[in-house]
């Protein structure tokens, strides 16, 4: 069974800091797979934020928070942490990790590449 349990999240100001974590559990952790983080603001969808790709490190970051955010993987891979600095008010949103398998060029973006997801973690930047 993989389970996924986000935590970090808080209320910061526009400038400020968090770090996600996420703790991984099942055989997720002993295999290849994308680990993900996604967003959903209240009366949006749920919005793509950042990969890793668990085989080699890569990762891969949307627009809005590229040069801002950081993913990154524990040592022993249980773990995915998401840095965000340079926090801005559209940053608001519950915040999902995500993990799931390589469906092919550029599949590390798209929600219906993972099966699994956590509860989410709810990070509010306020201006």
């Known amino acids: 069974v993989v389970q996924l349990v986000e935590s970090g999240g808080a209320s910061v100001q526009a400038g400020g800091s968090l770090r996600l974590s996420c703790a991984a559990s099942?055989?997720?952790?002993?295999?290849?797979?994308?680990m993900a983080w996604f967003r959903q603001a209240p009366g949006q969808e749920r919005e793509w934020v950042s990969s890793i790709w668990t085989g080699n490190d890569n990762t891969y970051y949307s627009d809005s928070v590229k040069g801002r955010f950081t993913i990154s993987l524990g040592n022993t891979k249980e773990m995915v942490y998401l840095q965000m600095n340079s926090l801005k008010p559209e940053d608001t949103a519950m915040y999902y990790c995500?993990?799931?398998?390589?469906?092919?060029?550029?599949?590390?973006?798209?929600?219906?590449?993972?099966?699994?997801w956590g509860q989410g973690t709810q990070v509010t930047v306020s201006s």
């Open positions: 099942g055989y997720i952790t002993t295999s290849a797979n994308y």
């Open positions: 995500a993990a799931g398998p390589n469906r092919g060029l550029g599949s590390y973006r798209r929600r219906d590449t993972y099966n699994y």
